[in-house]
């Protein structure tokens, strides 16, 4: 049964973070940092505070995630734009807008432009991307539709990427899937401030669910 918030489990808020909560959120610092400090500010744009609040229902689960959560997002071998590539795919494959939304801001960041959080949407086929832009992508393709990278992405990746770095491709790619599960399984929604997609986005990513 859903709450007057339209979601399964309702997140708690910053106020009823207890020191065991605290403690658990902690293993990723720089987003309970920027969390409080903008629960502190008002609430507003206070990006992934639904996501540590659904987490702290479970301290020991949110302390092992977040830890691994961390590494993947922060710690890998690969670089921030990488990263967000990965990210951004998977969470359009696996119809994440909260996902997607929250990593478009931090794609931009790392350098990637509207045009390419854009394409992310049509996949590694879309004839813009280079070659190794468009063997980056088609991993979470590869790993969203086989669980395996193929055979031909792998003879792609090789040239360019070491043991580790293609090691955290992988634990990456299912970290964020395993995310998304929890998000759309939870209802989460877009916290206050946060502008989720436009009507044409969303009906495309409805469609491609549909067509899944």
Known sequence: MQDENNTRMSP?????????????????????????????D?????????????LAHYPALAKAFLTFNRHVAQGST?????RELLIL???????????????????????????????????PDAPQWNSEDAALVRVA?????????????????????DTQQ?????????????????LGSFDIPLEPGVEGFDSQTRERMLASREGS
Do not use: K
Request: glycine share 8%; net charge negative; proline share 3%.
């Open 78 to 82: 690969l670089t921030a734009r990488e």
């Open 89 to 123: 795919r998977i969470s359009w494959l696996r119809h994440s807008e909260y996902e997607f939304v929250q990593h478009a801001i931090l794609g931009r960041r790392a350098g990637l432009t509207d045009e390419e959080i854009e394409r992310v949407q049509a996949g």
């Open 12 to 40: 708690l808020l910053p106020p009823d973070w207890s020191d065991e909560i605290l403690d658990a959120l902690g293993a990723f610092p720089s987003g309970l940092q920027f969390v409080l400090s903008r629960w502190e």
């Open 42 to 54: 008002g609430g507003e744009d206070a990006r992934g505070m639904y996501t540590l609040g659904s």
């Open 166 to 182: 293609i090691m955290d491709m992988v634990f990456l790619v299912g970290c964020y899937n395993v995310l998304a599960m929890a």
């Open 141 to 161: 393709d590869d790993l969203h539709t086989h669980t395996r990278i193929s055979d031909t992405t792998w003879a792609a990746l090789v040239p360019r990427y």
